[in-house]
């Protein structure tokens, strides 16, 4: 069973950009993807980026293309979700979660079977 872990949260100006990294401790065969999800007050969780574990396939929520950015370090056994352009509506608290969901799910949460704690992200003046 793998734990993931985030760090890397903040409070940040609109405008500004923050690195959240997922370190995913445990066995490595028992994911093929990891993913961040989000989650603000009084709203439901919902899906940021997502990345298999060994192609180079990622996915993003139409809010945050062209601002964030997915990576892996297989040798790390991390995931970074860089964020650029962030605005007061990226406040949330952030979720890492691996798992081995379909291609037709991996925007989802459906097939991620591990989550993390979360970081909170604050985006204000």
């Known amino acids: 069973q793998v734990q993931p872990v985030e760090s890397g949260g903040g409070l940040v100006q609109p405008g500004g950009s923050l690195t959240l990294s997922c370190s995913a401790s445990?066995?490595?065969?028992?994911?093929?993807?990891m993913g961040w999800f989000r989650q603000a007050p009084g709203k439901e969780r919902e899906f940021v980026a997502a990345?298999?574990?060994?192609?180079?396939?990622?996915r993003y929520a139409d809010a945050v293309k062209d601002r964030f950015s997915i990576s892996r370090d297989n040798a790390k056994n991390r995931v970074l979700l860089r964020m650029n352009s962030l605005k007061p509506e990226d406040t949330a608290v952030y979720f890492c979660?691996?798992?081995?969901?379909?291609?037709?799910?991996?925007?989802?949460?459906?097939?991620?079977?591990?989550w993390g704690q979360g970081t909170q992200v604050t985006i204000s003046e």
């Open positions: 979660a691996a798992g081995r969901p379909i291609a037709s799910s991996i925007g989802t949460m459906r097939g991620y079977t591990s």
């Open positions: 445990g066995s490595s065969g028992s994911y093929n993807a």
């Open positions: 990345i298999r574990w060994s192609s180079p396939m990622t």
